[in-house]
T-cell receptor, first 115, second 110 residues
Framework: EAGVAQSPRYKIIEKRQSVAFWCNPI?????LYWYQQILGQGPKLLIQ????????DSQLPKDRFSAERLKGVDSTLKIQPAKLEDSAVYLC?????????????FGPGTRLTVL | QKEVEQDPGPLSVPEGAIVSLNCTYS??????FMWYRQYSRKGPELLMY????GNKEDGRFTAQVDKSSKYISLFIRDSQPSDSATYLC??????????FGAGTRLFVKA
C-alpha cells in the first residue's frame, strides 16, 4: 500500500513570497490533515478535511494560509505572503475515518525555509 | 501551561538499556494516548495506542497511562541503535483534535 505522498520535499523562499505544498493521501482515506511542525516542537494541526469539507481550521492563520481539497482526494496548502516564522516542516496525514481513535498516517513532510 | 509537556532530551543510552519516556498533560478529558516515533527527515509513525488507564505491551515496547496523575510513559526494553529517533506522545478525546508533545530525542549507542 502506497503511503502519503508530499511534494516538494524542500522549499526555500524569501519573506513575502508565496508557496504551495501538495499532498496525496492514502487511497480510500476520507480524512486529511495538515500539520505544522516547528523545529523542536510537536506537530500542530492547521486544518482537517473530511472528504472535501473542512472539519477544523481553528488554528489556521487565515490571513495568509489557505487550503483546499478538491474532489476529496489531493490537497494543497498555500501560504501568501510568507513570514520568517512560517519556517517549519509541513506534514500531511490521512486516516480512514475522522475518529480520534483512528490511526493517522503521515507523509515525509515539506521542509520550508523562509529567508 | 501547555496541554502536553514532554522533556525534549536528548536522552543518550547504551545499547541494551531500558528507556523510559514520559509526558504529563493537563486536560482530564483526554482518553486516547498515543506514542509516535519520528526518524530524522521523516513523518511520525504510530508506535503504540492506549485507551484510558492501564498498560499495553507490544514486543519490546510498553505504554502506561495513569489518568489520576495525568502521566503517561513509554518503556523500551533491550534498546537498539535502530530505536534512535524522536518519540512524540500524543493524546485526544472524542471530538477533540490530537495534541502532540514536543518530542524526546533518543540516541542509543552501539
Amino acid at each position: 500500500e502506497a503511503g502519503v505522498a508530499q511534494s516538494p520535499r524542500y522549499k526555500i523562499i524569501e519573506k513575502r513570497q508565496s508557496v504551495a505544498f501538495w499532498c496525496n493521501p492514502i487511497s480510500g482515506h476520507a480524512t486529511l490533515y495538515w500539520y505544522q511542525q516547528i523545529l523542536g516542537q510537536g506537530p500542530k494541526l492547521l486544518i482537517q478535511f473530511q472528504n472535501n469539507g473542512v472539519v477544523d481550521d481553528s488554528q489556521l492563520p487565515k490571513d495568509r494560509f489557505s487550503a483546499e481539497r478538491l474532489k476529496g482526494v489531493d490537497s494543497t496548502l498555500k501560504i501568501q505572503p510568507a513570514k520568517l516564522e512560517d519556517s517549519a516542516v509541513y506534514l500531511c496525514a490521512s486516516s480512514l475515518v475522522p475518529s480520534s481513535t483512528d490511526t493517522q498516517y503521515f507523509g515525509p513532510g515539506t521542509r520550508l525555509t523562509v529567508l | 501551561q501547555k496541554e502536553v509537556e514532554q522533556d525534549p532530551g536528548p536522552l543518550s543510552v547504551p545499547e541494551g538499556a531500558i528507556v523510559s519516556l514520559n509526558c504529563t498533560y493537563s486536560n482530564s478529558a483526554f482518553q486516547y494516548f498515543m506514542w509516535y516515533r519520528q526518524y530524522s527527515r521523516k513523518g511520525p509513525e504510530l508506535l503504540m495506542y492506549t485507551y484510558s488507564s492501564g498498560n499495553k505491551e507490544d514486543g519490546r515496547f510498553t505504554a502506561q497511562v495513569d489518568k489520576s496523575s495525568k502521566y503517561i510513559s513509554l518503556f523500551i526494553r533491550d534498546s537498539q541503535p535502530s530505536d534512535s529517533a524522536t518519540y512524540l506522545c500524543a493524546m485526544s478525546a472524542m471530538g477533540f483534535k490530537t495534541i502532540f508533545g514536543a518530542g524526546t530525542r533518543l540516541f542509543v549507542k552501539a
